[in-house]
């Protein structure tokens, strides 16, 4: 199997020598990091269904044969996954541009040249051999270098980039589209009005659409306003932007917009100005910023037009399946009629929708015959034909939803997808939105205040200081802030940069002090304060800020993308812990009301068939927090259990040993029944049998404080029936465990011990084995002298030593291998109160001495 990597956080670089390789290499499999820079994310929320790559969680890295390296050198960019593969084993090749470093792979054939771009190198292979290439194919690896090389501005930009841009143009790339995802580099006077421009923006909503309005004054003049007032739309994202700024004696005013909805002209003209709808610009001389700016906010409303609406943009009829069609089958309807996404329709009424992406990972997983009903999403969202583009637009922005079934009278009557959307507005930017922030209903400022320790409280303001100095947005995330809603004291502090998390933990040592853990290959760092606590700090998916002053294209999204790869809703929340936002809530997932509920809900239908390890996750929180399983995640548990099977044991392991670390054990082993987790090792053992040895083994080994239970005492009690079943080893990872199990069924086999009534006799059974086989046989089996047992494990404790084999040395016998059994005689009748003093012993050796 031949597969085609690049670096996380991929740029457009990387995106398109993917796409150049797979051109050199047809039969090979394209492998995309979920990290993405902004506008790559972007690209791909329209392009998505015409480029195909595979997910790395759904590549079989046993069997890849050769790997194609693209854009990167050092295998630790590339993934985690690199991690569990032997490279020896592996064919690899590399495409680079980039200076060769310490830590580069070096057995591998490398075609590493100082070009502007990585996929100019992949061009010039794909001249040499002749292969054709599209128009669409021409602008996506256009962008590649036009982005990398900065326009042909960058030092590194060489004549072989101009060349392959020479043969990209001759094939259809498109300047617009290269130009609409590529971004202009401001220069340091055009970046300080930036940021004052910014810092002074007024946000009115006029018939639905988002304007804003930024004015100020210069005593210079400045070129580039127009690179400036297309920036502040690009980063405030809203559907038109109006600069008003005084220059020497003159107000310039430059328009720039994003929708359909606006035509700039009417309110241009008004000060004898022109240009294009979405684009123009007018010039007031001898006049002031204070004179012009009242007007063009009185001339505001001019700029909107009748918005267009879901009737104008529907498809219909609606193709449609019933819940029983298999994935298969629908997979092959998808094929057959192009779509990417079906309404699943029963007796009429719309019940769920199944996508192409969800059939892909089912099909991935051997799931071909199952029903879409067991796997379409149920959570649905839907329109009505008056709902205005802006509306829809929201919706599939916020939602991140790639269609809408369009509702009258309860009855299906048409659907509207991103494509329908973007032929509607005839522009490819129509998605540049598509992570754009929830509405935030709840702000956590109080409870941090309340519920904090003073000393943590104390650590965020910090944060929140070097974060409005640096200007870029931080987050609390993890497990802190569920436990919030839930007033559980957690002062484990972990916090999400838009940003460079290993710079921002930097710059927090150097504002407050303490030392910073630098962790390279991952982009984080651990900031170590002088208060002893450790902060976590990770650096963001995404490289573009919401601050001008750090090259700003922000979408919250950015932490948004971040959240949608937890594992369930009440993990998958945010705190802002920047400025006039600090304590401000995402909540894109509804985890507040799951909190409320009790439910533990996965955020998609295949989560568990892509990491079964979820499912014992699923069971950890609901026994920490007496929750459960809504009613279609337990389903989806049920259909997913048998592919635990497929996970290392470790991993597995892993699990349970934080499963059986909560305190309700009993509840813990229920629910591994209820989700058939014990099934799938043919355990056979009643859950009221277990039950009843769960509790059992609590009770006795409370008794005794020199021993606790530990999670592999619980894990072995569905398996001990007696003996202890095969699979017990898939569990018993150590030598301490297997040494366990061999004890428990080397003990249990004995009989002798289960007739004597006094401690010495069982001692001369017991005495090579430790107190927790004791406890353990005690707890899954009736025993009639378990009293005596019991007894026996206190008064093995405080049992007297009187002599050992230094002292029958001193008495002149000679050390040998009856020194042991005449020394474990002595401990028997010490144990059964035959000798209570140390002449006593003397003499009980005299009297045995052969």
Known sequence: MQVIVTHMNTDFDALASLYAAKKLYPDATVVLSDKQETKVRQFLNIYRDTLKFTDEKDVNWENVTDMIIVDVANTRRIGSYMDSLDMSKINVIVFDHHPPKKGDIDDADCQIEPVGATVTLLIEKMIEQNIPISSFEATLFGLGIYTDTNAFMNDITSARDFKAASFLMDNGMSLEMVHQFSEHVLLPEQQH???????????????????????????????????????????????????????????????????????????????????????????????????????????????????????????????????????????????????????VVQEGKLIGMVTRRDLDKANHHGLGHAPVKAYMSTNLITVTEEKTLEEIQQLIIERNIGRLPVIRDGKLVGIITRTNIIEKMHELALMEESGKDQPLKTNMKNDLKEQLEHDAFSLLEKIRQTAEQAKIDVYLVGGIVRDLFLHVPNDDIDIVVEGSGIDFAKQLTEDHGGEVIIHESFGTATWETKDGFSIDVTTSRLEYYDRPASLPDVESSYVAEDLQRRDFTINAMA??????????????????????DGNITILHNLSFVEDPTRILRAVRFETRFEFLMDKQTEQLALQSISTMRNLSNQRIVDELIRIFKEDNIARAMMRLYDVDFWKQYNVGIPLSDVIERVKKLRVLFDMYEHVEPDWFHYVAIPFFN????????????????????????????????????????????????????????????????EKVILQYIENRKKLEQYITGADLILRGLKPGAHFKELLLQLEIATLNKEVTTKEEAYAWIEANIQ
């Not at 009534?757 to 353990?776: N, Q, T």
């Open 193 to 343: 009005i930036l940021n004052d421009l910014f810092t002074k923006m007024d946000v009115r909503s006029i018939d639905g659409l988002e304007i804003v309005v930024a004015a100020s004054s210069y005593d210079f003049f400045q070129s580039g306003l127009a690179t400036i007032t297309s920036r502040l739309l690009e980063i405030t994202n809203t559907d038109a932007v109006i600069t008003v700024v005084g220059m020497k004696n003159h107000v310039h005013i430059v328009g720039r917009a994003s929708s359909d909805r606006i035509n700039l002209l009417p309110l241009l003209k008004k000060f004898e100005g022109g240009g294009h709808e979405k684009a123009g610009s007018a010039m007031v001389k001898r006049s002031t910023c204070e004179e012009i700016l009242p007007k063009v906010i009185e001339y505001l409303g001019l700029i909107s037009k009748p918005g267009i609406t879901v009737r104008d943009m529907m498809v219909y009829p609606v193709k449609t399946l019933t819940p029983d069609t298999t994935i298969e089958e629908a997979g092959r309807k998808m094929y057959r009629y192009g779509h990417s996404g079906y309404p």
């Open 722 to 785: 007696p003996p202890f079943h095969d699979a017990i080893k898939e569990f018993a990872l150590t030598k301490k465990e297997m040494k366990f199990v061999r004890a428990v069924e080397e003990f249990f086999r004995m009989d002798g011990w289960r007739q004597t009534e006094r401690s010495g006799d069982i001692h001369a059974y017991a005495k090579p084995f430790e107190d927790d086989v004791l406890l353990f046989i005690l707890s899954v089996s009736s025993i009639e002298n």
């Open 575 to 596: 705190v802002c812990l920047t400025g006039e936002k600090f304590g401000d809530l995402m909540d894109p997932y509804n985890g507040q009301q799951d909190l409320r």
